[in-house]
Protein backbone atom coordinates (compact mmCIF):
# COMPACT_ATOMS: atom_id res chain seq x y z
CA UNK A 1 0.00 0.00 0.00
CA UNK A 2 1.83 3.43 -0.95
CA UNK A 3 0.94 6.52 1.52
CA UNK A 4 0.09 10.18 -0.12
CA UNK A 5 0.94 12.83 2.33
CA UNK A 6 -0.74 15.47 0.69
CA UNK A 7 -0.79 19.42 1.83
CA UNK A 8 -3.91 19.09 3.88
CA UNK A 9 -1.67 16.87 5.98
CA UNK A 10 1.30 18.97 6.25
CA UNK A 11 -1.29 21.84 7.30
CA UNK A 12 -2.61 19.76 10.33
CA UNK A 13 0.81 18.32 11.26
CA UNK A 14 2.20 21.75 11.57
CA UNK A 15 -0.91 23.12 13.68
CA UNK A 16 -1.59 20.13 15.83
CA UNK A 17 0.11 18.63 19.12
CA UNK A 18 1.00 15.08 19.07
CA UNK A 19 -1.34 14.48 21.93
CA UNK A 20 -4.32 15.50 19.95
CA UNK A 21 -3.62 12.94 16.99
CA UNK A 22 -2.79 10.30 19.98
CA UNK A 23 -6.73 11.06 20.52
CA UNK A 24 -7.63 10.88 17.55
CA UNK A 25 -5.63 7.51 16.59
CA UNK A 26 -7.04 6.13 20.28
CA UNK A 27 -10.74 7.15 18.99
CA UNK A 28 -10.39 5.69 14.96
CA UNK A 29 -13.29 3.49 16.11
CA UNK A 30 -15.21 6.27 16.28
CA UNK A 31 -14.52 8.22 13.49
CA UNK A 32 -14.64 5.17 11.25
CA UNK A 33 -13.38 2.13 10.15
CA UNK A 34 -13.30 2.33 6.48
CA UNK A 35 -9.82 1.50 4.88
CA UNK A 36 -9.24 4.75 3.60
CA UNK A 37 -10.18 6.23 7.43
CA UNK A 38 -7.70 3.89 8.92
CA UNK A 39 -5.03 4.60 6.19
CA UNK A 40 -5.46 8.90 7.12
CA UNK A 41 -5.09 8.12 10.37
CA UNK A 42 -2.29 5.61 10.43
CA UNK A 43 -0.16 8.35 8.03
CA UNK A 44 -0.48 10.64 10.31
CA UNK A 45 0.56 9.03 13.27
CA UNK A 46 3.06 7.71 11.32
CA UNK A 47 3.88 11.21 9.84
CA UNK A 48 3.75 12.67 13.64
CA UNK A 49 6.52 10.54 14.63
CA UNK A 50 8.68 11.44 12.02
CA UNK A 51 8.50 15.31 12.92
CA UNK A 52 10.36 16.26 16.15
CA UNK A 53 13.65 14.83 14.93
CA UNK A 54 13.47 16.72 12.01
CA UNK A 55 12.80 19.63 13.47
CA UNK A 56 16.49 19.69 15.06
CA UNK A 57 17.35 20.22 11.16
CA UNK A 58 19.14 17.83 8.63
CA UNK A 59 21.51 16.34 10.38
CA UNK A 60 22.63 12.43 11.35
CA UNK A 61 21.08 11.55 13.99
CA UNK A 62 17.88 13.41 13.21
CA UNK A 63 17.73 11.32 9.57
CA UNK A 64 18.29 8.15 11.05
CA UNK A 65 15.66 8.60 13.61
CA UNK A 66 12.86 9.81 11.14
CA UNK A 67 14.18 7.85 7.98
CA UNK A 68 11.81 4.41 9.50
CA UNK A 69 8.61 6.52 9.75
CA UNK A 70 9.41 8.45 6.37
CA UNK A 71 10.20 4.83 4.68
CA UNK A 72 6.92 3.50 6.74
CA UNK A 73 5.03 6.52 4.67
CA UNK A 74 6.61 5.71 1.80
CA UNK A 75 5.99 1.85 1.80
CA UNK A 76 9.46 1.41 0.15
CA UNK A 77 11.86 -1.19 1.44
CA UNK A 78 14.70 1.02 2.21
CA UNK A 79 15.17 4.55 2.52
CA UNK A 80 18.25 6.79 2.08
CA UNK A 81 18.95 10.71 3.09
CA UNK A 82 21.65 12.56 1.56
CA UNK A 83 22.70 16.50 2.63
CA UNK A 84 25.33 18.23 0.39
CA UNK A 85 28.26 16.36 1.66
CA UNK A 86 27.80 12.83 2.75
CA UNK A 87 25.39 9.59 3.30
CA UNK A 88 23.28 10.65 6.55
CA UNK A 89 21.51 7.18 6.76
CA UNK A 90 20.10 4.08 4.85
CA UNK A 91 17.29 2.48 6.44
CA UNK A 92 15.93 -1.02 4.83
CA UNK A 93 16.67 -3.84 2.84
CA UNK A 94 19.73 -4.16 0.39
CA UNK A 95 22.14 -2.30 3.19
CA UNK A 96 25.29 -4.75 2.71
CA UNK A 97 25.53 -3.82 -1.10
CA UNK A 98 23.19 -0.48 -1.82
CA UNK A 99 24.20 1.26 0.87
CA UNK A 100 28.00 1.79 0.26
CA UNK A 101 26.60 3.76 -3.15
CA UNK A 102 23.60 5.58 -1.71
CA UNK A 103 25.55 9.02 -1.79
CA UNK A 104 26.72 8.51 -5.68
CA UNK A 105 22.59 8.16 -6.10
CA UNK A 106 22.09 11.31 -4.79
CA UNK A 107 24.96 13.16 -6.37
CA UNK A 108 22.71 14.52 -10.20
CA UNK A 109 20.21 15.56 -7.46
CA UNK A 110 22.17 17.86 -5.11
CA UNK A 111 23.93 18.85 -7.94
CA UNK A 112 20.96 20.17 -9.98
CA UNK A 113 17.67 19.73 -7.72
CA UNK A 114 15.93 17.47 -10.25
CA UNK A 115 13.81 14.47 -9.56
CA UNK A 116 15.93 11.34 -10.84
CA UNK A 117 14.13 7.56 -11.29
CA UNK A 118 17.40 5.51 -11.77
CA UNK A 119 17.81 1.81 -12.69
CA UNK A 120 19.99 0.12 -10.61
CA UNK A 121 22.79 -3.16 -11.24
CA UNK A 122 22.16 -5.85 -8.80
CA UNK A 123 23.47 -9.40 -9.23
CA UNK A 124 21.43 -10.18 -6.01
CA UNK A 125 18.19 -11.93 -7.62
CA UNK A 126 16.79 -12.19 -4.46
CA UNK A 127 17.30 -8.67 -3.74
CA UNK A 128 13.73 -6.33 -4.01
CA UNK A 129 15.56 -3.30 -5.01
CA UNK A 130 15.87 -2.57 -8.98
CA UNK A 131 15.28 1.46 -8.62
CA UNK A 132 15.47 4.22 -6.95
CA UNK A 133 13.46 7.43 -6.72
CA UNK A 134 15.64 10.74 -5.99
CA UNK A 135 13.96 13.62 -4.54
CA UNK A 136 15.94 17.06 -3.94
CA UNK A 137 15.50 18.52 0.11
CA UNK A 138 15.27 22.32 -0.23
CA UNK A 139 15.31 24.98 2.20
CA UNK A 140 15.17 28.97 1.07
CA UNK A 141 14.93 27.61 -2.56
CA UNK A 142 18.25 25.63 -1.76
CA UNK A 143 19.37 21.85 -1.82
CA UNK A 144 20.43 20.89 0.90
CA UNK A 145 19.95 17.25 0.90
CA UNK A 146 18.31 14.38 -1.23
CA UNK A 147 15.71 11.51 0.31
CA UNK A 148 16.35 8.34 -2.07
CA UNK A 149 12.76 5.58 -2.31
CA UNK A 150 14.43 2.20 -3.01
CA UNK A 151 11.95 0.11 -4.44
CA UNK A 152 11.18 -3.08 -7.14
CA UNK A 153 9.38 -0.37 -9.75
CA UNK A 154 9.43 2.91 -9.73
CA UNK A 155 6.01 3.14 -10.06
CA UNK A 156 4.42 6.83 -11.09
CA UNK A 157 2.34 6.48 -7.73
CA UNK A 158 5.79 6.07 -5.52
CA UNK A 159 7.17 9.36 -7.54
CA UNK A 160 4.63 11.40 -6.59
CA UNK A 161 4.51 10.01 -3.07
CA UNK A 162 8.49 10.65 -2.73
CA UNK A 163 7.66 14.10 -4.12
CA UNK A 164 5.16 14.63 -1.48
CA UNK A 165 6.96 13.24 1.33
CA UNK A 166 10.06 15.54 0.24
CA UNK A 167 7.85 18.51 0.31
CA UNK A 168 6.45 17.55 3.96
CA UNK A 169 10.19 17.06 5.27
CA UNK A 170 10.98 20.43 3.52
CA UNK A 171 8.48 22.03 5.44
CA UNK A 172 10.08 20.51 9.09
CA UNK A 173 13.64 21.59 7.69
CA UNK A 174 12.61 25.36 7.35
CA UNK A 175 10.58 25.18 10.29
CA UNK A 176 14.18 23.98 12.19
CA UNK A 177 15.75 26.97 10.45
CA UNK A 178 13.12 29.78 11.81
CA UNK A 179 13.78 28.17 15.25
CA UNK A 180 17.60 28.75 14.86
CA UNK A 181 16.82 32.13 13.50
CA UNK A 182 14.13 33.07 16.81
CA UNK A 183 16.94 31.89 18.57
CA UNK A 184 19.35 34.43 17.03
CA UNK A 185 17.21 37.04 17.39
CA UNK A 186 16.21 36.83 20.36
CA UNK A 187 20.26 36.42 21.70
CA UNK A 188 20.97 39.53 19.55
CA UNK A 189 17.86 41.05 21.18
CA UNK A 190 19.40 40.22 24.57
CA UNK A 191 22.59 41.63 23.67
CA UNK A 192 20.61 44.72 22.73
CA UNK A 193 18.91 44.90 26.33
CA UNK A 194 22.17 44.39 27.95
CA UNK A 195 23.51 47.27 25.86
CA UNK A 196 20.80 49.96 26.50
CA UNK A 197 20.96 48.89 30.80
CA UNK A 198 24.07 49.05 31.50
CA UNK A 199 25.80 51.30 30.68
CA UNK A 200 22.85 54.20 32.37
CA UNK A 201 22.87 51.95 35.92
CA UNK A 202 26.78 50.62 35.83
CA UNK A 203 27.74 54.13 36.05
CA UNK A 204 24.46 55.26 38.67
CA UNK A 205 25.65 51.84 41.07
CA UNK A 206 29.14 52.70 41.13
CA UNK A 207 29.19 56.26 41.47
CA UNK A 208 26.75 55.13 44.90
CA UNK A 209 29.13 52.45 45.67
CA UNK A 210 32.22 55.45 45.54
CA UNK A 211 29.91 58.19 47.83
CA UNK A 212 29.99 55.52 50.79
CA UNK A 213 33.62 54.08 50.63
CA UNK A 214 34.81 56.30 53.06
CA UNK A 215 31.53 57.10 54.75
CA UNK A 216 30.53 53.18 55.83
CA UNK A 217 33.16 51.03 54.12
CA UNK A 218 30.85 47.97 55.17
CA UNK A 219 28.23 49.95 53.39
CA UNK A 220 30.01 49.92 50.23
CA UNK A 221 31.47 46.57 50.33
CA UNK A 222 27.93 44.96 50.77
CA UNK A 223 26.53 47.45 47.83
CA UNK A 224 29.58 46.23 46.13
CA UNK A 225 28.49 42.56 45.96
CA UNK A 226 25.09 43.26 45.18
CA UNK A 227 26.27 44.54 42.29
CA UNK A 228 28.65 41.64 41.18
CA UNK A 229 25.57 39.37 41.79
CA UNK A 230 23.48 41.65 39.56
CA UNK A 231 25.59 41.86 37.13
CA UNK A 232 26.50 38.04 37.04
CA UNK A 233 22.85 37.51 36.46
CA UNK A 234 22.34 40.11 33.57
CA UNK A 235 25.32 38.67 31.57
CA UNK A 236 25.14 35.60 31.71
CA UNK A 237 25.33 33.49 28.59
CA UNK A 238 23.13 30.20 28.72
CA UNK A 239 19.94 30.05 28.60
CA UNK A 240 16.99 32.06 26.87
CA UNK A 241 14.61 31.53 29.81
CA UNK A 242 15.46 31.70 33.78
CA UNK A 243 12.78 31.15 36.49
CA UNK A 244 10.30 34.33 37.74
CA UNK A 245 12.16 33.75 41.37
CA UNK A 246 15.92 34.51 39.71
CA UNK A 247 14.23 37.33 37.95
CA UNK A 248 12.61 38.69 40.94
CA UNK A 249 15.75 37.94 43.08
CA UNK A 250 17.95 40.08 40.33
CA UNK A 251 15.62 42.56 40.64
CA UNK A 252 15.99 42.87 44.12
CA UNK A 253 19.79 43.56 44.03
CA UNK A 254 18.66 46.04 41.41
CA UNK A 255 15.98 48.03 44.05
CA UNK A 256 18.74 47.28 46.58
CA UNK A 257 21.02 49.30 44.71
CA UNK A 258 18.42 52.06 43.96
CA UNK A 259 17.44 52.56 47.41
CA UNK A 260 21.06 53.27 48.29
CA UNK A 261 21.21 56.13 46.22
CA UNK A 262 17.49 57.57 46.81
CA UNK A 263 17.06 56.31 50.36
CA UNK A 264 13.47 56.82 51.56
CA UNK A 265 12.51 58.76 48.54
CA UNK A 266 11.80 54.82 46.49
CA UNK A 267 9.38 52.79 48.03
CA UNK A 268 8.30 49.54 46.74
CA UNK A 269 5.82 47.39 47.37
CA UNK A 270 6.10 43.39 46.08
CA UNK A 271 3.32 41.19 46.19
CA UNK A 272 4.28 37.77 44.62
CA UNK A 273 2.60 34.60 44.77
CA UNK A 274 4.53 32.17 45.34
CA UNK A 275 2.74 29.85 43.05
CA UNK A 276 3.89 31.19 40.10
CA UNK A 277 7.64 31.68 41.23
CA UNK A 278 8.75 28.33 39.37
CA UNK A 279 7.34 29.71 35.99
CA UNK A 280 9.82 30.11 33.11
CA UNK A 281 9.52 33.71 31.78
CA UNK A 282 12.06 34.93 29.09
CA UNK A 283 15.42 36.38 30.57
CA UNK A 284 15.71 39.75 31.73
CA UNK A 285 11.86 40.68 30.65
CA UNK A 286 11.46 42.00 34.02
CA UNK A 287 14.43 44.35 34.89
CA UNK A 288 13.72 46.88 32.52
CA UNK A 289 9.94 47.08 33.36
CA UNK A 290 11.44 47.88 36.67
CA UNK A 291 14.51 50.54 35.81
CA UNK A 292 11.72 52.36 34.02
CA UNK A 293 9.28 52.65 36.75
CA UNK A 294 12.11 54.08 38.47
CA UNK A 295 13.30 56.34 36.05
CA UNK A 296 10.35 57.66 35.54
CA UNK A 297 8.54 57.22 38.85
CA UNK A 298 12.04 58.93 40.47
CA UNK A 299 14.61 60.50 38.48
CA UNK A 300 12.06 63.40 36.68
CA UNK A 301 9.71 64.48 40.36
CA UNK A 302 10.34 65.65 43.63
CA UNK A 303 9.31 63.92 46.79
CA UNK A 304 8.46 60.22 47.52
CA UNK A 305 8.05 57.76 44.55
CA UNK A 306 6.36 54.86 44.76
CA UNK A 307 6.43 51.43 43.16
CA UNK A 308 4.35 48.24 43.08
CA UNK A 309 5.54 44.77 41.76
CA UNK A 310 2.74 41.86 41.59
CA UNK A 311 2.71 38.38 40.83
CA UNK A 312 -0.75 36.36 40.41
CA UNK A 313 -1.52 33.59 39.81
CA UNK A 314 -4.62 33.12 37.07
CA UNK A 315 -5.08 29.80 36.38
CA UNK A 316 -2.98 28.41 33.34
CA UNK A 317 -1.46 31.95 33.01
CA UNK A 318 0.70 34.18 35.07
CA UNK A 319 -0.06 37.96 35.51
CA UNK A 320 2.19 40.37 36.42
CA UNK A 321 2.53 43.96 36.78
CA UNK A 322 4.76 47.46 37.46
CA UNK A 323 3.26 50.21 38.59
CA UNK A 324 4.94 53.74 39.22
CA UNK A 325 3.23 56.71 40.52
CA UNK A 326 4.91 58.88 38.06
CA UNK A 327 4.90 61.40 35.69
CA UNK A 328 3.40 59.13 33.05
CA UNK A 329 3.30 59.87 29.16
CA UNK A 330 1.27 60.58 26.48
CA UNK A 331 -0.30 57.36 25.08
CA UNK A 332 0.61 58.28 21.68
CA UNK A 333 3.66 58.47 22.12
CA UNK A 334 3.82 55.22 23.78
CA UNK A 335 2.55 53.53 20.61
CA UNK A 336 5.20 54.97 18.66
CA UNK A 337 7.77 53.83 21.06
CA UNK A 338 6.43 50.24 21.20
CA UNK A 339 5.95 50.56 17.65
CA UNK A 340 9.74 51.32 17.85
CA UNK A 341 9.20 54.49 15.40
CA UNK A 342 10.53 56.57 18.72
CA UNK A 343 13.37 55.52 20.50
CA UNK A 344 13.39 57.66 23.71
CA UNK A 345 16.70 59.56 24.88
CA UNK A 346 18.09 56.97 27.77
CA UNK A 347 15.31 54.75 26.90
CA UNK A 348 15.49 51.45 28.35
CA UNK A 349 13.83 48.28 26.11
CA UNK A 350 10.47 48.87 26.35
CA UNK A 351 9.78 48.21 22.56
CA UNK A 352 12.62 45.19 23.00
CA UNK A 353 10.86 43.41 25.82
CA UNK A 354 7.40 43.49 23.82
CA UNK A 355 8.74 41.87 20.82
CA UNK A 356 10.75 38.83 22.31
CA UNK A 357 7.22 38.21 24.45
CA UNK A 358 5.51 38.49 21.03
CA UNK A 359 8.08 35.92 19.44
CA UNK A 360 8.15 33.74 22.15
CA UNK A 361 3.98 33.56 22.88
CA UNK A 362 2.07 35.37 20.48
CA UNK A 363 0.99 38.65 19.46
CA UNK A 364 -1.71 38.01 22.16
CA UNK A 365 0.86 37.68 24.72
CA UNK A 366 2.79 41.93 24.37
CA UNK A 367 3.18 44.64 26.82
CA UNK A 368 -0.11 45.73 28.05
CA UNK A 369 0.90 49.69 29.24
CA UNK A 370 -1.77 51.74 30.92
CA UNK A 371 -0.29 55.01 30.84
CA UNK A 372 -1.13 58.75 31.09
CA UNK A 373 0.27 62.38 31.46
CA UNK A 374 0.43 63.53 35.21
CA UNK A 375 -1.28 59.65 35.76
CA UNK A 376 1.54 57.23 36.34
CA UNK A 377 2.25 54.37 34.59
CA UNK A 378 1.52 50.53 34.86
CA UNK A 379 3.02 47.64 32.41
CA UNK A 380 1.05 44.85 32.50
CA UNK A 381 2.41 41.10 31.56
CA UNK A 382 0.25 37.99 31.05
CA UNK A 383 2.31 35.09 30.63
CA UNK A 384 1.19 31.08 30.03
CA UNK A 385 2.85 28.90 32.87
CA UNK A 386 3.59 26.40 30.46
CA UNK A 387 4.21 27.15 26.82
CA UNK A 388 5.93 24.44 24.10
CA UNK A 389 9.72 25.49 23.51
CA UNK A 390 9.54 27.24 27.11
CA UNK A 391 11.65 26.22 30.01
CA UNK A 392 14.14 27.38 32.46
CA UNK A 393 17.65 25.41 32.02
Not at 92 to 98: N, Q
Not at 119 to 130: A, H, S, V
Not at 246 to 264: C, H, K, N, P, V
Request: proline share 4%.
Amino acid sequence: MEYVVGSAVVAVLVGVPAIVLWRVLRGRRELGTSPAERATFETLHTASLAAPPLRAGLTEDGAERASRHLRALLNSPALAIADAERLLVYDGEGDDHHAEHAFEHAAATLEDGRIQVLTLDCDLLECPIRQAVVVPLTTDDRVVGALIAYSQSASAGLVRAAQEVAGWVDSQLELAELDRSRTRLMEAEVRALRAQISPHFIYNSLTTIASFVRTDPERARELLLEFADFTRYSFRRHGEFTTLAEELRSIDRYLILERARFGDQLQVTLRIAPEVLPVAVPFLCLQPLVENAVRHGLESRNGVGRITIVAEDAGAECRISVEDDGLGMDPDRLRLILAGEIVPAGGVGLANVDERLRQVYGDEYGLVVETGEGAGTKVNIRLPKYHPGVSAR
